[in-house]
Each structure stands twice: as structure tokens, then as C-alpha cells.
Nanobody, 114 residues
Framework: QVQLVESGGDLVQPGGSLKLSCAASGFTFRAYHMSWYRQAPGKERELVAT????????TYADSVKGRFSISKDYTKSTVYLQMNSLKTEDTAMYYCTVPRLSAWGRGTQVTVSS
């Protein structure tokens, strides 16, 4: 059974940083691309970042490029999203997903506010 559990969301001031984690289980972690999405109230779900299987290549939405970094730890079967220079428009529920398995976590809330 595929399980994805996100953590690390919090209330942070503009300009601050957060690191989200997604603990994965129930599948061969190294064999699948993994992504982070986010959804703000009243808006569509947005792809934030993807890390590929194998080489670990990364892609980012233009809105977060240069500020966010996705990585993974094979020993812990965990994917991370380091978020720096946070802006109020980054406020959203953040979800971890394995696209090929159509698997989603329950999300972790990030709120950027002064």
C-alpha cells in the first residue's frame, strides 16, 4: 500500500524559510519520479517541483525557481522541499505525489504572513 506523509508546514514570515518532508512507503522509492504540488484557496492545484528517478534531475515552476529546491534521501525514502525567500503568495497546502502511481499525501499547510 503506497503511503505518503508530508510534514514541516508552518506559519512563517515573508522572507523566511521552511523545509517540507514527505516520507514514502509501499513502493520502490528509487524507481519513480516524485513531485510537490500546492493548492491555495480558490485556486487550481499547481505543480511546484519534480525530481526524477535515477539521475535525480529537477524541474521547477517559474514562480519558485531560484527559491525552492527539491531533493531526496534514498536511505530514508524521503523527499524534501526546501523553501527560501518565502512570499505571501506561497501560502497553500503542499502535497507530495508519485505521478505514475496516482498517489497523493494528505498535505501540509504553509502560511506566509507577517
Amino acid at each position: 500500500q503506497v503511503q505518503l506523509v508530508e510534514s514541516g508546514g508552518d506559519l512563517v514570515q515573508p522572507g523566511g524559510s521552511l523545509k517540507l518532508s514527505c516520507a514514502a512507503s509501499g513502493f520502490t522509492f528509487r524507481a519513480y519520479h516524485m513531485s510537490w504540488y500546492r493548492q491555495a484557496p480558490g485556486k487550481e492545484r499547481e505543480l511546484v517541483a519534480t525530481i526524477t528517478a535515477g539521475t535525480g534531475g529537477t524541474t521547477y515552476a517559474d514562480s519558485v525557481k531560484g527559491r525552492f529546491s527539491i531533493s531526496k534521501d534514498y536511505t530514508k525514502s524521503t523527499v524534501y522541499l526546501q523553501m527560501n525567500s518565502l512570499k505571501t503568495e506561497d501560502t497553500a497546502m503542499y502535497y507530495c505525489t508519485v505521478p505514475r502511481l496516482s498517489a497523493w499525501g494528505r498535505g501540509t499547510q504553509v502560511t506566509v504572513s507577517s
